[in-house]
C-alpha cells in the first residue's frame, strides 16, 4: 500500500537511523504505487529489495519517487525506481547538500524532471552507482534549467563526488547530457560502463557532459584539483543536437 501500518512509508517513518528495511517475498514483482506525494528519507537508512526480486516502487507519473534530506546518507539495493514526476529536480531520486548514496542493482526506469530526469546529485553531496540501470529517463520536462539539465543523472552544483561502476545508461534523454551532467565535481569517475543511444537536445555529450573539475581552496575538507576518470566502458549510439 501507500501508506499505514507495514507500508514502505510507514516502515521509513517509524524506522530508527541505521536501520534496514525490507520486504515480504510476496512482494516479488509486484509494484508500490506511490499516490500521496515521495518517500523522504530524513534518517540514515538502507533499502534492500532483495528478498522480492523485481519490486518496483511508482511515482505514477504523479510525484517523484525518493527525496534524500540535507546531511544523510541512504543505500537502495535491488529495487527498481520508475516512473517518478515533478517539475523539480530528479524524478527518480533527488539527494540534498552533503548528502550520501549508494545504488546497488537498482533499476531508475522511466522517469522525468526538469534537473536529471533520473537523479539529481546536491552540493558536495555523494553519489555511488554499482551494478545499476538507467533507461528511458527524461530531464527535458521544462527548459528551466537546460543548460545543466541530463536524462539519467545531474550533479549541477559543485564540489559533489560522483562514482559509477558496472552500470548501464540506455535511451535517456537530456538537453546537455543524454545520460549524464557533471559540474565541477571533486571525484567523477566511469568505469565498466555502457552508454547506448542516449540523447542530448543541446550542444553537449551524447553521453557524458561534463563541466571540469573542483577547483583548489575550497573549505570543504576535501583539497585539490578534481579528478574525471573514464575506463573501461561502451559508447555507442549517443548523439547530441
Given at each position: 500500500?501507500?501508506?499505514?501500518?507495514?507500508?514502505?512509508?510507514?516502515?521509513?517513518?517509524?524506522?530508527?537511523?541505521?536501520?534496514?528495511?525490507?520486504?515480504?517475498?510476496?512482494?516479488?514483482?509486484?509494484?508500490?504505487?506511490?499516490?500521496?506525494?515521495?518517500?523522504?528519507?530524513?534518517?540514515?537508512?538502507?533499502?534492500?529489495?532483495?528478498?522480492?526480486?523485481?519490486?518496483?516502487?511508482?511515482?505514477?507519473?504523479?510525484?517523484?519517487?525518493?527525496?534524500?534530506?540535507?546531511?544523510?546518507?541512504?543505500?537502495?539495493?535491488?529495487?527498481?525506481?520508475?516512473?517518478?514526476?515533478?517539475?523539480?529536480?530528479?524524478?527518480?531520486?533527488?539527494?540534498?547538500?552533503?548528502?550520501?548514496?549508494?545504488?546497488?542493482?537498482?533499476?531508475?526506469?522511466?522517469?522525468?524532471?526538469?534537473?536529471?530526469?533520473?537523479?539529481?546529485?546536491?552540493?558536495?553531496?555523494?553519489?555511488?552507482?554499482?551494478?545499476?540501470?538507467?533507461?528511458?529517463?527524461?530531464?527535458?520536462?521544462?527548459?528551466?534549467?537546460?543548460?545543466?539539465?541530463?536524462?539519467?543523472?545531474?550533479?549541477?552544483?559543485?564540489?559533489?563526488?560522483l562514482v559509477i561502476k558496472g552500470t548501464t545508461f540506455e535511451n535517456n534523454t537530456g538537453f546537455n547530457g543524454g545520460a549524464i551532467y557533471s559540474f565541477s565535481g571533486v571525484t567523477f569517475s566511469v568505469e565498466d560502463s555502457a552508454f547506448r543511444n542516449n540523447v542530448a537536445k543541446k550542444e553537449g555529450g551524447g553521453a557524458i557532459f561534463t563541466d571540469g573539475?573542483?577547483?583548489?581552496?575550497?573549505?570543504?575538507?576535501?583539497?585539490?584539483?578534481?579528478?574525471?576518470?573514464?575506463?573501461?566502458?561502451?559508447?555507442?549510439?549517443?548523439?547530441?543536437?
Amino acid at each position: 500500500a501507500d501508506s499505514g501500518i507495514g507500508s514502505l512509508r510507514g516502515a521509513i517513518a517509524t524506522a530508527k537511523n541505521g536501520d534496514t528495511i525490507q520486504f515480504s517475498t510476496k512482494l516479488a514483482n509486484k509494484t508500490i504505487t506511490l499516490k500521496t506525494g515521495q518517500l523522504v528519507l530524513t534518517k540514515n537508512l538502507t533499502i534492500d529489495g532483495g528478498k522480492a526480486p523485481g519490486l518496483k516502487v511508482s511515482g505514477n507519473q504523479k510525484s517523484r519517487v525518493f527525496y534524500l534530506d540535507r546531511k544523510k546518507t541512504a543505500t537502495i539495493r535491488n529495487l527498481t525506481i520508475a516512473d517518478g514526476k515533478t517539475k523539480g529536480a530528479g524524478g527518480g531520486i533527488d539527494t540534498r547538500h552533503e548528502s550520501t548514496i549508494t545504488l546497488d542493482n537498482v533499476k531508475v526506469h522511466n522517469n522525468t524532471s526538469e534537473l536529471g530526469g533520473g537523479m539529481r546529485v546536491g552540493h558536495l553531496a555523494k553519489a555511488t552507482i554499482l551494478n545499476s540501470r538507467f533507461k528511458g529517463n527524461d530531464g527535458t520536462l521544462t527548459n528551466k534549467h537546460a543548460g545543466v539539465s541530463a536524462g539519467a543523472i545531474s550533479h549541477n552544483e559543485s564540489r559533489g563526488q560522483l562514482v559509477i561502476k558496472g552500470t548501464t545508461f540506455e535511451n535517456n534523454t537530456g538537453f546537455n547530457g543524454g545520460a549524464i551532467y557533471s559540474f565541477s565535481g571533486v571525484t567523477f569517475s566511469v568505469e565498466d560502463s555502457a552508454f547506448r543511444n542516449n540523447v542530448a537536445k543541446k550542444e553537449g555529450g551524447g553521453a557524458i557532459f561534463t563541466d571540469g573539475g573542483s577547483s583548489k581552496g575550497y573549505d570543504s575538507g576535501l583539497a585539490g584539483e578534481g579528478k574525471i576518470t573514464i575506463r573501461s566502458s561502451e559508447f555507442k549510439g549517443n548523439r547530441a543536437h
